[in-house]
């Protein structure tokens, strides 16, 4: 198998799209290079021909050079995009596992201050709101009502 066809059967790599280099510097900060210099003298005389001389030759090249440095700037917009987008799902899936975790954990105590209100009922008991009576409750013993039934 080759990489491409594993990353597809992984579906990381669709099979349309090809795997690009990550580019490493920002070509919004690139400056054309002087093709004039002795260093270009050889990419200025492959493009010479009877139709181009010396100055076309430089403008070609400064016209290749601005082409590629036009889509690299796309190629680094996407790529910026694509790890804003990257960054933006970490966060919100961190964002999730925590708020999965706090929900988690308010059950857990939940459930835990139920099973200690079973096991000790009686110190959970509601308490009534009504103020106790001011006066002791009058109770009258059984012989004095089986007396007054008699009478």
């Not at 669709?14 to 093709?35: G, T, Y």
Request: aromatic share 4%; with cysteine; net charge negative.
């Amino acid at each position: 198998y080759s990489a491409k066809k594993i990353l597809r059967a992984a579906g990381i790599l669709e099979e349309d799209k090809e795997i690009m280099p990550r580019l490493l510097v920002d070509p919004n900060e690139a400056v054309c290079p002087d093709f004039t210099l002795e260093d270009y003298a050889e990419a200025q005389e492959a493009m010479l021909n009877e139709t181009t001389n010396n100055e076309a030759a430089i403008a070609q090249l400064v016209t290749l050079w601005t082409a590629t440095n036009n889509v690299d700037k796309r190629i680094w917009a996407r790529q910026l995009q694509i790890d804003l987008d990257q960054t933006k799902e970490a966060e919100q899936g961190a964002r999730d596992l925590q708020d999965r975790e706090v929900l988690q954990k308010r059950q857990e105590d939940q459930l835990a201050i139920a099973k200690e209100r079973k096991k000790n009922r009686a110190k959970y008991q509601d308490v009534s709101e009504e103020a106790p009576p001011i006066t002791a409750p009058e109770i009258i013993p059984s012989y004095a009502t089986t007396h007054l039934q008699k009478g």
